[in-house]
């Protein structure tokens, strides 16, 4: 039953009859209109998508919503072309489940085509992004090293569930670790180990998170505490 499988993910529009209608109101067949921009897709999917849900080709590891290869798998199994998945998928940004969880209006008209151009060039397919593709998301990954106290250990600013370090080093004594997360996606910074389980505030689009310990040497863990999001995102910190 391939078909029903699919229509059903038109969520609340359920039945086959008011997909028609749907299609034909947007402006004839919107599940065949021409494809958007797949590498701002790709930005603007890691930067709001991304700490939802695993896609291999784009990196991103969030585990609240389903894994999107699998989710497409069964359809490109069965057949379905690109541009239906890409309706699909722009269905579910623009009208999510109204009882579900993924959040409604993340991304509207040219953003969620794009969007969607890119999940149904790549969700389920194996490979790498090459090209323009491969370029698109910029990281940084250097380890953070205590300097007067501090620590910085800035969230990625592209919106993916990692810290630009991924291991800090510090000395015994009160250190405070800080944390600019300059995208959309919440996160706070927190420390646990050696009997220490503290919190700074979540914050996104430029905020600062800060959380202050008295560390004696040895090995604690940094890392985000926003459910779903540590693993991936944290490290390790060593105190000498
Ligand atoms: C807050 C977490 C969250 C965010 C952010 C999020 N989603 Fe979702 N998504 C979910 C959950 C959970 C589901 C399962 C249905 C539900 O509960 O709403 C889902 C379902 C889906 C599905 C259907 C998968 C299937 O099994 O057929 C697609 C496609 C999808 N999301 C794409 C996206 C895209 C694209 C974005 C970014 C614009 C996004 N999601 C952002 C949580 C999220």
Redesign the pocket.
Known sequence: MPFLRVFH?LGALGALGACTALLVALSGCQVRDTPGNAVRGKQ??VA??????TMRRAGTQ?T???N?D???ARDRVDGFHSDTIRG??RE??EH??R?????GK??QGAD?LD??TY?ALVAAHKGKDTGDLANAIQTVSKPAVEKNGTLEIDADPSGQLRFQAPSATGTAGQVTLRSVNKSA?GHDISIKGMGIDSHGKVVSNGGVSTVTANLKPGTYTFYCSVPGHYPPMGGKLTVK
Request: contains cysteine; hydrophobic residues 55%; glycine residues 12%.
């Open positions: 993910r603007l999917f709001k998508c991304g700490a939802c849900h969030g609240i919503g389903p999107l699998a989710a497409f699909l998928v579910w940004i999510p489940n009882q579900g969880v993924m959040p993340l991304y969620a969007v969607a999940v996606v």
